[in-house]
């Protein structure tokens, strides 16, 4: 079975930092892009960056709104994928899901794990 | 600023037809932008529907369809039903490794 499961998640004060992990499973993971994606509570989903596999160079790219600040790695060894938050804000409380993006180079994501919470407050 | 653009609402009646669209407030919606759509319910991770504008993921009912009009693409749903009524996002590949999704459309079914 395909699967992806969040973990890391937590409360942090405002300017703390917090690392997210996506272990995959089911897949050929090195072979796959893997994105992150939040939601705020009542709110749309918003996209947060990927990584793509080693076929393009462990690629990495954000959302301006984390640029600078969120870094995405991964280690194939592990079918692991984490997202490292620094300087977080209360704007960046949310549920963050990690999905897959195929491989192919068809541009979308399709399998999703369950989402992790991250509350940022003091 | 890119801002994918989408009904925040759409009602359907049961057993009929909704079409909703992804915009973009400057420029238009091609294939080039590898459109695709999710369905999310209440407290559950998104479920994709359809990439690549118009294909279907594995196991989505056929009465989900995806399609540039004119300069949006769409995702219909035909043959409304009680448990379609939920939250739709499209996202779009800016290019760059960007994506970027549009704030999502409630569909209510009544």
């Known amino acids: 079975e395909v699967q992806l499961v969040e973990s890391g998640g937590g409360l942090v004060q405002p300017g703390g930092s917090l690392k997210l992990s996506c272990a995959a499973s089911?897949?050929?993971?090195?072979?796959?892009?893997m994105h992150w994606v939040r939601q705020a509570s009542g709110k749309g989903l918003e996209w947060v960056g990927r990584i793509s596999s080693i076929s393009n160079n462990y690629a990495t790219s954000y959302a301006a709104s984390v640029k600078g600040r969120f870094a995405i790695s991964r280690d194939d060894s592990e079918n692991t994928a984490y997202l490292q938050m620094n300087g977080l804000t209360t704007e960046d409380t949310a549920v963050y899901y990690c999905?897959?993006?195929?491989?192919?180079?068809?541009?979308?994501?399709?399998?999703w794990g369950k989402g992790a919470t991250v509350t940022v407050s003091s | 600023q890119t801002v994918v653009t989408q009904e925040p609402s759409f009602s359907v009646s049961p057993g009929g037809t909704a079409t909703l669209t992804c915009g973009l407030n400057s420029g238009s919606v091609s294939p080039t932008k590898y459109p695709s759509w999710y369905q999310q319910t209440p407290g559950q991770p998104p479920r994709t529907l359809i990439y690549?504008?118009?294909r279907r993921s594995s196991g989505v009912p056929d009465r989900f369809s995806g399609s540039i009009l004119g300069n949006k693409a769409a995702l219909t749903i035909t043959g409304a039903q009680a448990d379609d009524e939920c939250d739709y996002y499209c996202v779009l590949h800016m290019g760059s490794g960007i994506w970027v999704f549009g704030g999502g459309t409630k569909l209510t079914v009544l």
């Open positions: 690549s504008t118009n």
């Open positions: 089911g897949f050929t993971f090195s072979g796959s892009a």
């Open positions: 999905a897959r993006g195929p491989p192919g180079g068809i541009f979308y994501m399709d399998v």
